[in-house]
């Protein structure tokens, strides 16, 4: 899969992500306390997806930028650490996508943070007893939205092309 297809299908579980923590909101049977229904600063009833996307995305970008800054600054420990934790990360985001090219990264590392953070915040959302696997539904809702980039490509052209500015209209051309 190349970098195009790993932004796509990113993007698509991500937006899964960013739907079922609004279901779980939403559905407030799943919470047993307030403090969990604050999500964000969102309350339950103006919580919304398009919202809680571009606070994981800002957040994500934040981060990667924050790193790669620091890895770039002049030789010291702190930017030797922080140069680590970005292989580290390329390392994780290989294990689940597969080997990263070098177009679009700055792309990719915020999308993978913002999905991961998400993904952090709806596993919080579940009782103590009910968790399920994390490693397991990240690699589940990878898969799933790799199978939409590919059913959604190689569908007619109109609804690929709504999808495709879609997308990019959430993260910029690239």
């Given at each position: 899969?190349?970098?195009?297809?790993?932004?796509?299908?990113?993007?698509?579980?991500?937006?899964?992500?960013?739907?079922?923590?609004?279901?779980?909101?939403?559905?407030?049977?799943?919470?047993?306390?307030?403090?969990?229904?604050?999500?964000?600063?969102?309350?339950?009833k103006?919580?919304?997806?398009?919202?809680?996307?571009?606070?994981?995305?800002?957040?994500?970008r934040?981060?990667?930028?924050?790193?790669?800054?620091?890895?770039?600054?002049?030789?010291?420990?702190?930017?030797?650490?922080?140069?680590?934790?970005?292989?580290?990360?390329?390392?994780?985001?290989?294990?689940?996508?597969?080997?990263?090219?070098?177009?679009?990264?700055d792309?990719?590392?915020?999308?993978?943070?913002?999905?991961?953070?998400?993904?952090?915040?709806?596993?919080?959302?579940?009782?103590?007893?009910?968790?399920?696997?994390?490693?397991?539904?990240?690699?589940?809702?990878?898969?799933?939205?790799?199978?939409?980039?590919l059913?959604?490509?190689?569908?007619?052209?109109?609804?690929?092309?709504?999808?495709?500015i879609?997308?990019?209209?959430?993260?910029?051309?690239?």
């Amino acid at each position: 899969m190349d970098n195009t297809a790993k932004i796509y299908s990113l993007y698509f579980a991500f937006v899964d992500v960013i739907t079922s923590i609004c279901i779980l909101v939403k559905n407030q049977e799943y919470f047993s306390t307030k403090e969990k229904i604050e999500l964000f600063n969102f309350s339950q009833k103006n919580i919304k997806s398009d919202d809680l996307f571009h606070v994981f995305l800002s957040e994500g970008r934040q981060k990667y930028f924050n790193l790669k800054n620091q890895a770039l600054s002049p030789l010291s420990l702190s930017s030797f650490k922080a140069q680590q934790q970005l292989e580290r990360l390329k390392g994780i985001i290989e294990q689940f996508l597969g080997e990263l090219e070098s177009d679009n990264l700055d792309l990719i590392f915020p999308l993978w943070l913002a999905y991961n953070l998400a993904l952090d915040q709806y596993f919080y959302l579940f009782p103590a007893g009910n968790k399920p696997n994390l490693w397991y539904k990240r690699q589940e809702r990878l898969r799933l939205g790799y199978q939409k980039y590919l059913s959604s490509y190689q569908s007619n052209s109109n609804w690929w092309q709504s999808i495709d500015i879609t997308v990019k209209s959430n993260l910029g051309n690239f």
